[in-house]
């Protein structure tokens, strides 16, 4: 593993979060607050100091792709701009390894909240199944706020928000019957997408909830649909 200062709690938070994201949207306590075909978005309303913070879960089934290549596309900072609409600037600060950055985003201004930007560590792993052997491995992207000297706290100038989420993906392949080769038609990739972001200042509750119902389904279905089309055509990566 490289021996960087940040690596233990990279492999932490990845791991917890890979677990996180697996407990699925039991017990309950998450509530359904948006549909559309495959893709259901829940949430829980927490406020932190209160400001709302609202995690959130949300669950896909998209065909015609693996989560390496789901996960690939949401870590690469190269393709962000062509599906994060509400990203005004990006810089990679620090390369720490090929499956691990530090990353700077100046997100564009959703009223009525004042600008933000985020600073966070973006890291991508597999992970073997260690429940069904048979199975494809899981993938997980995983974005955690962090420090870095390049980046210091704006004094006073832009809000930084503190965020952690992760988007973990199953495939599984539907083989053909004839053992024919395996093409995009037989594969499905269950998607978990987890966000918890902590505002970093003040926004009224009841606008961030507006904000929050409206961007984040635009956002995965949005990323899902650039996934789906980059693939199309490509030879499948698993
Ligand atoms: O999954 S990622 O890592 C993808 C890389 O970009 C990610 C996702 C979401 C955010 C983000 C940052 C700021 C805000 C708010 C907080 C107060 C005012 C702005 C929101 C809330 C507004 C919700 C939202 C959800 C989805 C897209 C944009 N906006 C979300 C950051 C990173």
Redesign the pocket.
């Known amino acids: 593993a490289p021996a960087h200062p940040l690596w233990p709690e990279i492999e932490r938070v990845t791991l917890e979060q890979l677990q996180y994201a697996r407990l699925g949207v039991e017990g309950g306590v998450w509530q359904l607050f948006a549909e559309d075909g495959e893709m259901k978005m829940y949430k829980r309303e927490e406020e932190v100091d209160g400001l709302a913070v609202d995690p959130l879960k949300a669950v896909h089934t998209v065909k015609g792709v693996t989560g390496r290549e789901m996960t690939h596309y949401f870590f690469s900072p190269d393709v962000?701009f062509e599906w994060?609409t509400?990203?005004e600037q990006m810089k990679v600060l620090e390369t720490i390894a090929d499956d691990t950055l530090i990353i700077l985003?100046i997100?564009k201004r959703?009223w009525p909240?004042s600008q933000?930007d985020?600073l966070?560590w973006s890291h991508v792993r597999r992970v073997p199944n260690d429940t069904d052997r048979d199975a494809q491995d899981i993938w997980i992207a995983c974005?955690h706020s962090t420090e870095h000297h390049e980046a210091p706290s704006n004094e006073g100038k832009m809000v930084r928000?503190a965020?952690t989420?992760c988007l973990v993906c199953q495939t599984s392949i539907e083989p053909p019957a004839d053992g024919r080769p395996v093409t995009r038609d037989h594969l499905t990739c269950k998607i978990t997408y987890c966000?918890v972001?902590n505002?970093g200042g003040w926004?009224p509750t009841s606008a961030?909830r507006a904000?929050?119902k409206r961007?984040?389904p635009k956002?995965l279905k949005r990323f899902t649909q650039y996934v789906k089309d980059r693939c199309d055509k490509q030879p499948i990566l698993f």
Do not use: D, G, I
């Open positions: 962000r994060e509400t990203l985003q997100h959703v909240a933000r985020a966070f974005n928000v965020l989420v966000s972001v505002p926004v961030l904000v929050y961007e984040y956002f």
